[in-house]
């Protein structure tokens, strides 16, 4: 379930996602610190996958993506 915090769905997923990670990334290491921040994310990404695992147990798509682990740095 953490490999898909590595994966994405193309060019312009990538891309989106590193730039709400340069934007709230760092602001949010300052405030809870290097240890914080990759505990905050890793959980993030590891609720998000569960998430959809619970939301839609059936689905034949993959999830992918650094959608929830980023959420998370939003939400903090």
Do not use: K, Y
């Not at 996602?17 to 949010?28: K, M, P, Q, R």
């Not at 990404?45 to 689905?59: E, K, M, N, W």
Request: a negative charge; glycine letters at 14%.
């Amino acid at each position: 379930m953490l490999t898909a915090f590595f994966v994405h769905a193309g060019w312009w997923h990538l891309l989106g996602n590193l730039w709400f990670l340069v934007v709230f990334g760092d602001n949010v290491e300052q405030i809870i610190g290097r240890t914080g921040w990759l505990t905050l994310v890793v959980s993030a990404t590891f609720l998000g996958a569960v998430a959809q695992i619970l939301f839609d147990p059936r689905s034949d798509l993959p999830c992918v993506g650094a959608s929830g682990g980023i959420s998370g740095l939003i939400l903090c």
